[in-house]
């Protein structure tokens, strides 16, 4: 029997996992969430006997979960909706129509029968038709029931052959793309147990209608239980990108808490590319262009920045890649059509090499990885302006699609005047990466931008993008005073950023009369409470005194890493029910990776009864089932 080894972050995330009624997983770029959640699925069947219902909010990642906790050799059905029982995928065996099928095909039935009639004539007479769709649906019914796993999207779940069925546990994978109410279609089904695996530092769910989005519908279940205090398990090591590419995200967006699980030895891709120090593979390509508008009249496109990309992806299919092992991203359907179009005609080479390099959006690529990224950031004008370029949830995107290479195409001297941006343009250029001029003899660019500052908001910390610390429900609610004379709005809080849809009107009168007591009841201004909690603060600022807020304290005290608490900062400052020690580190730190020359050195953990754990972790106790683990308890895959 084979087990599937894992790392200690995943092994405890799983271990906590199995004993909560509700748990958070986040998993930054290429920290293993399909197999965390894989090997979670696979303990709480062996405890408690399934079924499980397994979800996600699109059908590409419901796959390919489907298809890790098949290799467990648990019993999966995969349930599809009606419209896509046509479409032919790698999981197709296990969707509930072909077990069908398949079910009747080795017993010769009736509904066997009648399925082969039916197929060879196009249709059934009525009386046939009825007894086909009552032997059909009395075999789903038998494979639904048998089933260890049930695997489909989260509206799927509303499907009415599961509406009888009652599931003890839910699992939703991708849980940051689903909106609160596509999460709540499989949390009701009788759910004691409910486990959500996203990241909330990447980009939420996608929504069109924009009255929704401003009532709080672009909000996802994961980030408002984050926003109102529940902690999420953050996975740590991150086995995608080379080091060099996994430095700034960490920084800007987990503070400094990801570590390589891969070396450089193991991401260096051995083709001719003109790189500008031979082992870091990204580039920041110096494009001063002018951006247009799009013939769509509500996009853009950078015809300058176009001909790079295809300079760029030219160089790299001639050194040997394969077209599959490249994507372009571009944050807009302008510059995505114009590319396409560009390099199947001004091409040197074969257009069907360029048919098959995929060039897609920022959020078509996210979950997604590949070996080489071209990112074309496409604006360019002289006002300023950067659109939602400035969305730092896009930018993590974007920047971790790339395991070997990535190159960055854009104007630094506009980006730099985003914060953010200007951050990332410094660190290329302290790597000696930001180059220009033409691609076989790149320089080192001589430009200069204006020094970074420290990314901070007084008036209201909460303000920032997806930080560390977190308010519980009632800090949430409580008004953030100003300081300082002459400070007006006192008590009042802030617009929350525009990227989140959500305003607090506080010049409105409360006309609720529940509203009104509970703010009487909690020394409230009489203010309506819309859905603006305060996001989670302290990221873009130095804060590492502050203790983090996510359970990894037991890896890290294993590994002896964490900076210990600044002087004068007592035990008794260490804040209200978190660990004495972490690993604290603030933006621009470099990350103190776990592997040496390239090595881990840490061992890998099999995932057993006691998941691997040293035995100051604690006995496992025994959670929502009433069966003990058994010794097949290892993960197979």
Not at 227 to 248: A, K, N, T
Not at 433 to 461: C, D, Q, Y
Request: some cysteine.
């Amino acid at each position: 029997m084979t087990y599937k080894l894992i790392f200690k972050p995943q092994a405890y995330a799983v271990k906590q996992a199995l004993q909560r009624p509700l748990t958070l997983i986040q998993g930054p770029p290429g920290t293993g969430k399909t197999v965390t959640s894989a090997s979670i699925v696979y303990h709480l069947v062996k405890m408690n006997n399934g079924p499980i219902l397994v979800c996600a909010p699109s059908n590409c990642a419901v796959d390919q979960l489907t298809e890790k906790i098949d290799q467990t050799g648990l019993k999966v059905v995969r349930l599809c909706a009606k419209s896509r029982e046509s479409i032919d995928s790698n999981i197709s065996f296990l969707a509930l129509h072909s077990q069908v099928r398949s079910m009747s095909e080795s017993s010769e039935t009736d509904l066997f029968k009648l399925q082969k009639l039916k197929d060879e004539t196009g249709e059934l007479s009525t009386h046939d038709e009825r007894r086909y769709l009552k032997l059909k649906r009395k075999v789903e019914r038998e494979l639904l029931d048998t089933a260890d796993v049930i695997c489909c999207t989260c509206i799927a779940a509303g499907d009415p052959r599961l509406s009888k069925m009652q599931f003890n546990t839910v699992l939703i994978d991708e849980s940051m793309q689903s909106t609160e109410p596509e999460c709540m279609v499989p949390v009701v089904m009788g759910s004691n147990q409910v486990i959500l695996v996203g990241d909330h530092c990447q980009l939420g769910p996608v929504v069109m209608c924009k009255p929704a989005a401003k009532a709080g519908y672009s909000q996802s279940l994961f980030e408002r239980l984050v926003v109102l205090g529940i902690r999420p398990f953050r996975l740590e090591v991150q086995y995608r990108m080379h080091p060099d590419l996994s430095r700034f995200p960490s920084d800007f967006f987990y503070e400094g808490s990801l570590q390589n699980g891969v070396g450089s030895k193991e991401r260096v891709l051995r083709v001719d590319f003109p790189w500008p120090i031979s082992d870091r593979p990204l580039i920041f390509y110096v494009t001063q262009g002018h951006e247009e508008i799009s013939g769509s009249g509500t996009s853009y496109l950078n015809r300058t920045e176009a001909c790079n990309v295809e300079k760029v992806t030219t160089r790299f299919l001639k050194a040997g890649l394969k077209p599959e092992q490249i994507g372009i991203v571009t944050p807009y359907e302008g510059q995505r059509a114009y590319v396409v179009q560009y390099m199947q005609n001004q091409g040197s080479l074969n257009p069907k090499l360029y048919m098959d390099v995929e060039v897609a959006s920022v959020d078509a690529f996210q979950g997604r990885e590949k070996d080489i990224i071209i990112l074309s950031c496409v604006r360019s004008n002289e006002q300023q302006g950067i659109g939602f370029l400035c969305d730092p949830r896009r930018l993590n995107v974007a920047l971790t699609r790339a395991k070997y290479g990535l190159i960055i195409v854009g104007n630094p001297r506009l980006l730099a005047k985003h914060q953010l941006w200007n951050h990332l343009i410094h660190y290329c250029k302290e790597m000696h990466v930001l180059v220009e001029g033409p691609l076989n003899s790149l320089r080192e660019s001589s430009m200069t931008f204006p020094k970074p500052r420290k990314m901070t908001n007084a008036l209201n910390p909460g303000a920032h993008f997806m930080q560390r610390r977190t308010y519980d429900a009632r800090q949430a609610m409580m008004p953030i005073q100003q300081r300082g004379p002459g400070s007006q709005n006192v008590g009042q809080i802030a617009p929350m950023p525009a990227y989140y849809n959500n305003r607090r009107a506080t010049h409105e009168t409360v006309t609720d009369p529940f509203i009104a007591k509970m703010n009487e009841k909690f020394g409230l201004r009489n203010t309506p409470f819309t859905n603006n909690c305060p996001v989670p603060i302290g990221m873009f600022m130095n804060m590492a005194h502050i203790p983090p807020q996510y359970f990894n304290q037991p890896f890290q005290q294993q590994q002896g890493g964490g900076a210990p608490p600044p002087p004068g900062l007592g035990q008794s400052n260490l804040g209200r029910g978190q660990p004495k020690s972490g690993n604290n580190r603030s933006p621009g730190m470099q990350n103190n990776n776990f592997y040496a020359g390239g090595e881990m050195s840490s061992q890998p953990t099999m995932l057993t009864q006691t998941f691997g754990l040293s035995q100051s972790d604690g006995p496992l106790s025994q959670p929502f089932g009433s069966q003990r683990l058994t010794q097949g308890s290892g993960v197979r895959f």
